[in-house]
Structure formats: structure tokens, C-alpha cells
């Protein structure tokens, strides 16, 4: 053995260092809102409305997509209509599977807020409205832009 003697291993943490007993619902009792992440990209509003909706009234889903793909981003936010239902479906289902991959959910006091459409896409719905503006007058000066494009333009906004 070396004149130095042994390296001590670090000590592992006792009891009073962890706290092993963290509850959801102690923390959050009137919590509504679900977060839940590792989605796949499979995975659309209407999967967690079935799977989610079991456990109590959903009242809104924001499920952010990728502009180009249109693929969600692995996460989504869930407001059931009362902490009951948010309460069990976060117990039930953290841990749980879907489409092959473990989800993570957790209970949140936050609101959900929908997520807002992408510039590029409005900017996108814009140009096209020009373009139609534009090859309308040069073929016919008495057409006009279809109502429903109009429509798609306010949507967008």
C-alpha cells in the first residue's frame, strides 16, 4: 500500500439530506393545470384529449408545433376544469407510456396561455394575399380577392 494510505469515497447523503417525500398535492392543491413532456412527435391534441380526458374535463390543450414541420415540441399543457381530475391524471400518469416513450407530468398553478402563431406564418399568409391581390388585377380589374383568403388573413392575425 502507498505511503499516503486510501482515498475516501464521498459519504452518501443520510436521510435528513433527502426528501424523499415530495407530494403534488400537498404543494399544489388547486392546481388545474397538467404539464407534460417527452411527447413524441407522433402525438397530437386529439391522443391526449382521449388518453387525458379519462381522469377528468379538459377545457384547453396547447400543444406547441414546429412552423415547418408541423410536428409537436415534446410537451404540451393541459387545463382540466377542476384539481380533481388535473390531480389524477398527474398520479396516474407520471411514470406512465405513451407511444413508447415515459412521460413526465406534473401538476402547475400557471394558466394555460395558447401559444402564439409564428411571424414566419403570418408574414407568409401575407405575401400570399399579395400575390393574389397582385394576379387578380393584372388578369381581371373586377375580381377581387376570395372571401375565404380574406378569411385564412384574419385567422392568422
Given at each position: 500500500?502507498?505511503?499516503?494510505g486510501?482515498?475516501?469515497s ?119 394575399v ?15 380577392v ?12
Amino acid at each position: 500500500m502507498s505511503p499516503r494510505g486510501r482515498s475516501t469515497s464521498p459519504h452518501p447523503l443520510h436521510d435528513v439530506d433527502v426528501d424523499m417525500d415530495v407530494d403534488n398535492k400537498v404543494d399544489k392543491p388547486h392546481a388545474k393545470v397538467v404539464i407534460v413532456t417527452n411527447l413524441t412527435r407522433n402525438v397530437v391534441e386529439s391522443h391526449l384529449q382521449t388518453i387525458f380526458g379519462f381522469y377528468g374535463d379538459i377545457t384547453k390543450i396547447d400543444l406547441p408545433m414546429y412552423g415547418k414541420s408541423g410536428q409537436n415540441r415534446g410537451k404540451a399543457a393541459l387545463e382540466f376544469a377542476d384539481p380533481t381530475g388535473a390531480h389524477k391524471a398527474a398520479s396516474h400518469m407520471d411514470g406512465g407510456q405513451l407511444d413508447g416513450a415515459i412521460l413526465k407530468v406534473e401538476l402547475s398553478d400557471l394558466p394555460v396561455v395558447p401559444t402564439p402563431v409564428p411571424r414566419l406564418a403570418l408574414v407568409l399568409h401575407l405575401e400570399e394575399v399579395d400575390m393574389l391581390a397582385v394576379w387578380t388585377q393584372r388578369t381581371s380589374p373586377t375580381r377581387h380577392v376570395p372571401t375565404s383568403l380574406a378569411f385564412t388573413l384574419t385567422l392568422a392575425n
